[in-house]
């Protein structure tokens, strides 16, 4: 599916205009959108404070903003009050995460994005079968804690192609691969096929791990990437996906690429002799931040801005169920709503 659409009067003008490719889709998917919304209605319906353990997404306006209307951002579930109410983030948790929530009285809200717990699952049942599970991610990140927390024994990390070399497994015929949501699609197909060299009998995950988000975003910066001198990434270093776009971009022609909070981080030598920069943003990150970035380069004489569509997406999650039968008990609407004064996401501009 893909189409473009010039969203500009001035995008005929002639081939020494400066001009902004804008990607779509870009920032907030469906995970992202239904974890920040959780922490929202849980301030609205507990009150603060409402503890979060560890970033509920990894974007530090998000984060802050929350935190301005009282949650609480805590490392490790022991940091929690006895008692009191507990978000786990998007990226998941392992079981033992669950298990020390249980012993310290906690109430849990669980945002774990529903397409990491489904490979959550996909590991326990490739565990249950005594599978080797050959996770391809990258060590540290919550979300690869978190689905190695769910068979231990059975899963070994891979980080690159370049690690293939030392993957060693019990059963060379009895191995499967599964990834990390948020990597680069290009790259893990080639860790996928050293794997599959390596060990013939590699079987494939029942349906992609690296979700619709991370994929779609990637997409639509492929096909701007060969038309761009800079390209612009809004997202935070934290970010897997938010990085993720920066390296894709430069692997498709961007000539130069970097990746900022806000607008304020562009160093105006990025800008010399550029005619073209392309602009997006990761999963996690509010649309009034590319909105700051468009707003800065259309200062500086970028103004003609031009849509580049690799998708139409539409898929909106459910609340977690613990909040959806807090909020119907209390009267309130359990429906995914946001409240656009906390994270100030004011849509998508085109
Ligand atoms: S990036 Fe993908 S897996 Fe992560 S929260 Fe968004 S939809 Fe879920």
Same mark, same amino acid.
């Given at each position: 599916?893909? &189409?473009?659409?010039? &969203?500009?009067?001035?995008?005929?003008?002639?081939?020494?205009?400066?001009?902004?490719? $804008?990607?779509? !889709?870009?920032?907030?998917?469906?995970?992202?959108?239904?974890?920040?919304?959780?922490?929202?209605?849980?301030?609205? +319906?507990?009150?603060?404070?409402?503890?979060?353990?560890?970033? #509920?997404?990894?974007?530090?306006?998000?984060?802050?903003?929350?935190?301005?209307?009282?949650?609480? *951002?805590?490392?490790?579930?022991?940091?929690?009050?006895?008692?009191?109410?507990?978000?786990?983030?998007?990226?998941?948790?392992?079981?033992?995460?669950?298990?020390?929530?249980?012993?310290?009285?906690?109430?849990?809200?669980?945002?774990?994005? !529903?397409?990491?717990?489904?490979?959550?699952?996909?590991?326990?049942?490739?565990?249950?079968?005594?599978?080797?599970?050959?996770? #391809?991610?990258?060590?540290?990140?919550?979300?690869?804690?978190?689905?190695?927390?769910?068979?231990?024994?059975?899963? &070994?990390?891979?980080?690159?192609?370049?690690?293939?070399?030392?993957?060693?497994?019990?059963?060379?015929?009895?191995?499967?691969?599964?990834?990390?949501?948020?990597?680069?699609?290009?790259? &893990?197909?080639?860790?996928?096929?050293?794997?599959?060299?390596?060990?013939?009998?590699?079987?494939?995950?029942?349906?992609?791990?690296?979700?619709?988000?991370?994929?779609?975003?990637?997409?639509?910066?492929?096909?701007?990437?060969?038309?761009?001198?800079?390209?612009?990434?809004?997202?935070?270093?934290?970010?897997?996906?938010?990085?993720?776009?920066?390296?894709?971009?430069?692997? /498709?022609?961007?000539?130069?690429?970097?990746?900022?909070?806000?607008?304020?981080? #562009?160093?105006?030598?990025? $800008?010399?002799?550029?005619?073209?920069?392309?602009?997006?943003?990761?999963?996690?990150?509010?649309?009034?931040?590319?909105?700051?970035? $468009?707003?800065? +380069?259309?200062?500086?004489?970028?103004?003609?801005?031009?849509?580049?569509?690799?998708?139409?997406?539409?898929? #909106? *999650?459910?609340?977690?169920?613990?909040?959806?039968?807090?909020?119907?008990?209390?009267?309130?609407?359990?429906?995914?709503? /946001?409240?656009?004064?906390?994270?100030?996401?004011?849509?998508?501009? /085109?």
């Amino acid at each position: 599916m893909t &189409t473009s659409a010039s &969203t500009s009067a001035a995008s005929d003008a002639g081939q020494s205009t400066k001009r902004v490719l $804008l990607a779509a !889709p870009r920032g907030y998917c469906a995970g992202v959108d239904r974890a920040v919304v959780s922490v929202e209605r849980a301030l609205e +319906l507990y009150g603060p404070p409402v503890y979060v353990r560890k970033e #509920i997404v990894h974007n530090k306006h998000v984060v802050t903003t929350l935190e301005k209307r009282g949650a609480v *951002f805590v490392e490790e579930t022991d940091e929690v009050p006895e008692g009191a109410t507990v978000v786990f983030s998007a990226h998941g948790v392992a079981p033992v995460v669950h298990d020390e929530a249980k012993a310290l009285s906690l109430k849990t809200i669980d945002a774990t994005c !529903p397409l990491v717990t489904k490979v959550h699952r996909e590991a326990v049942r490739f565990a249950d079968g005594d599978y080797d599970i050959l996770l #391809i991610g990258h060590e540290g990140h919550e979300e690869v804690i978190g689905t190695s927390g769910e068979a231990p024994e059975n899963i &070994t990390l891979v980080e690159s192609p370049d690690d293939v070399a030392n993957v060693e497994v019990r059963n060379p015929d009895k191995v499967v691969w599964l990834s990390q949501t948020t990597l680069s699609v290009d790259e &893990t197909m080639e860790t996928v096929r050293r794997l599959r060299e390596k060990f013939p009998a590699l079987q494939d995950p029942p349906s992609d791990d690296i979700c619709y988000a991370t994929q779609n975003r990637q997409l639509a910066v492929k096909q701007m990437s060969p038309d761009c001198d800079l390209m612009l990434v809004v997202g935070s270093r934290n970010s897997s996906n938010s990085v993720r776009l920066v390296e894709v971009a430069i692997d /498709h022609g961007a000539q130069d690429g970097h990746l900022v909070d806000y607008a304020d981080e #562009i160093d105006e030598a990025w $800008l010399e002799g550029v005619r073209t920069v392309g602009v997006t943003s990761g999963a996690s990150v509010p649309e009034i931040l590319v909105r700051g970035v $468009l707003d800065y +380069l259309a200062e500086r004489g970028y103004a003609d801005v031009t849509a580049v569509r690799a998708a139409e997406e539409s898929l #909106i *999650f459910s609340l977690p169920k613990e909040l959806r039968k807090d909020l119907k008990s209390a009267g309130m609407d359990d429906k995914m709503k /946001h409240d656009a004064a906390s994270t100030e996401d004011a849509g998508q501009l /085109h």
